[in-house]
Nanobody, 114 residues
């Protein structure tokens, strides 16, 4: 069982920045993809960004140019968000995919005020 612990959410004004982090209870040398998804009230959970063990990244069109995903240690993923807008308000979930299994964190709230 993999556990994901997120941190870094909070309240920010429009145009501001936040960095989210997520630590996985897995060995850093193992191969897996990590990422971030978000779910706004009344909406489905959607992809924000993912990064493979090799460093290949994938971003949702809605965040390209404003968000950077990175892994400084292979079991820790960061999501740097800039120029945040009220529509970015959501619960952000860390995600890990390994061996055909998907794991989720408990989520961290990001609220952007206008």
């Amino acid at each position: 069982q993999v556990q994901l612990v997120e941190s870094g959410g909070g309240l920010v004004q429009a145009g501001g920045s936040l960095t989210l982090s997520c630590v996985a209870s897995t060995a850093p040398y193992m191969i897996y993809t990590m990422g971030w998804y978000r779910q706004a009230p009344g909406k489905q959970r959607e992809l924000v960004a993912t990064i493979t063990s090799g460093g290949t990244t994938n971003y949702a069109d809605s965040v390209k140019g404003r968000v950077t995903i990175s892994r400084q240690v292979k079991n820790t993923v960061y999501l740097q968000m800039h120029s945040l807008q009220p529509e970015d308000t959501a619960v952000y979930y860390c995600n890990l995919v390994r061996g055909g299994l998907t794991y989720w964190g408990q989520g961290t709230q990001v609220t952007v005020s206008s």
